[in-house]
């Protein structure tokens, strides 16, 4: 992916221990396609040096001695005002307990936070990754310099929990390089659905048969999952109901893990009527064992296959689709169809069946599992084709028709 393609970043770097991961996430923006101009305090070259930002970025670190009118690699001798009118971001990742304070007075006695003061404030946005013991994290001072910092038109992205460089464990850590990545590509999403709550169930079902067994399918619930990313990134609220599936929770999502269709069935009745969209990617157990055994069924010894009985489940996306609010157009409902040949008709005519208003069909063989996928969109009007293309730029596209359709577009 290249979805910071075009990007260019000022990555700050303050004191703190978590200077080690800021390498990482360097490397991590410019994979990405950013370009990315390091700047470092003089506490953060304690930690790491700039020889080593210089070399993961590819251009000259600026350091704590570089500030204005010192500077002669500058023409103009003024690298606080160059710098941060050519980002499209400036990153602070870590940001100290120290330099939130100094940020929030708008002092100025070195480069960084010189050039965090210097920029354009409407067009260069300001985005921290704050790293410190929990007990200065939890400070009311902090607290309160986050909250104004926030007031005053920056993004602070959050920390982590856990265990900590100073030996204690609690909130304060600064997040993982790929979990800030995810949070930058997110910030620049367009917030096509801001303060919408999307429903979104995934993967597939488990049916069991005893303790031991059951049935399943082969989803892998990746294209779910790349839904939720993207109606997140958005700016909505995002609920992801999840069959069992191996795949880590996107970033700011909520998510309730379920096995069984019936579990499935109720945890999203339960978000339904809360929610402004429901998308339901996930391959549902058509039928369940109609009986489940307390104990592992045992061979007998007899050479006879025991004989199992099925139930058909609960149709989720059938039972949100004729809800009230559903009904009303309160709850804009779009459905999934895997199918394995003739995909226009058979999705046209599920759409139909299902009673909703978007379907999205797809190729059981040409998705499952698959980090890439194709859609075809249909509706009352007819099918579009969303061409080849990684799940989540098709997850993008798909929450883009969903906001025109809901009229959400920001
Ligand atoms: O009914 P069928 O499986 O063909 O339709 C697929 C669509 O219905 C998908 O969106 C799937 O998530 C949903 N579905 C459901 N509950 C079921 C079966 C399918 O929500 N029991």
Redesign the pocket.
Same mark, same amino acid.
């Given at each position: 992916m290249n979805d910071l393609a075009g990007k260019h970043f000022v990555l700050g770097l303050t004191g703190g221990i978590a200077c080690y991961k800021a390498a990482e996430l360097c490397r991590a923006l410019i994979k990405e396609g950013a370009t990315v101009q390091v700047v470092m305090t003089e506490a953060a070259e304690r930690f790491i040096t700039p020889v080593t930002m210089q070399a993961l970025s590819g251009r000259p670190v600026y350091g704590s001695h570089d500030a204005s009118g010192f500077d002669g690699r500058e023409a103009n001798g003024m690298p606080h005002i160059n710098l941060s009118r050519e980002a499209d971001a400036i990153l602070i990742a870590p940001c100290s307990a120290d330099f939130m304070a100094k940020l929030l007075h708008g002092r100025a006695d070195e480069l960084l936070s010189l050039l965090c003061l210097a920029r354009p404030i409407a067009r260069v946005p300001l985005l921290l990754a704050p790293a410190m013991n929990r007990e200065m994290w939890a400070h009311p001072a902090t607290q309160r310099n986050m909250a104004q910092l926030a007031a005053d038109s920056t993004t602070i992205l959050g920390v982590g929990s856990g265990f900590q460089a100073c030996g204690e464990t609690g909130d304060g850590r600064m997040l993982e390089p790929p979990q800030l990545l995810q949070d930058v590509v997110a910030f620049f999403q367009p917030k096509l659905l801001a303060g919408k709550r999307v429903l979104i169930?995934a993967g597939p079902t488990f049916e069991a048969m005893d303790p031991i067994r059951g049935i399943t399918n082969h989803s892998s619930g990746k294209m779910g999952f790349a839904i939720a990313r993207a109606a997140q990134e958005a700016g909505a609220v995002v609920t992801l109901v999840a069959g069992p599936v191996h795949l880590e929770t996107p970033r700011g999502v909520e998510r309730i893990d379920v096995k069984s269709?019936r579990q499935? +069935?109720e945890a999203t009745l339960r978000h339904a009527p809360l929610s402004d969209v429901f998308v @339901?990617? @996930?391959? *549902?157990?058509?039928w369940r064992p109609a009986a489940e055994s307390e104990q592992k069924i045992k061979k007998d010894g007899t050479g006879q296959a025991p004989t199992v009985a099925f139930t058909e489940?609960?149709?989720? +996306? +059938?039972t949100?689709a004729q809800s009230e609010r559903a009904q009303s157009g309160a709850l804009f409902c *779009?459905?999934? @169809?895997?199918e394995t040949n003739d995909l226009a008709a058979h999705a046209k005519a599920?759409r139909e069946?299902?009673g909703i208003p978007l +379907?999205v069909g797809n190729i059981g063989q040409l998705t499952f599992g698959l980090d890439d996928n194709q859609l075809l969109l249909v509706d009352k009007d007819g099918a579009r084709e969303l061409p080849r293309a990684s799940k989540l730029v098709l997850a993008r596209q798909l929450i883009a028709e969903i906001a025109q359709r809901t009229g959400a577009t920001a």
């Open positions: 169930t269709a499935m +069935l @339901a990617t @996930a391959a *549902v157990a058509d489940n609960p149709d989720i +996306l +059938l949100v *779009v459905g999934f @169809a895997a599920k069946r299902k +379907l």
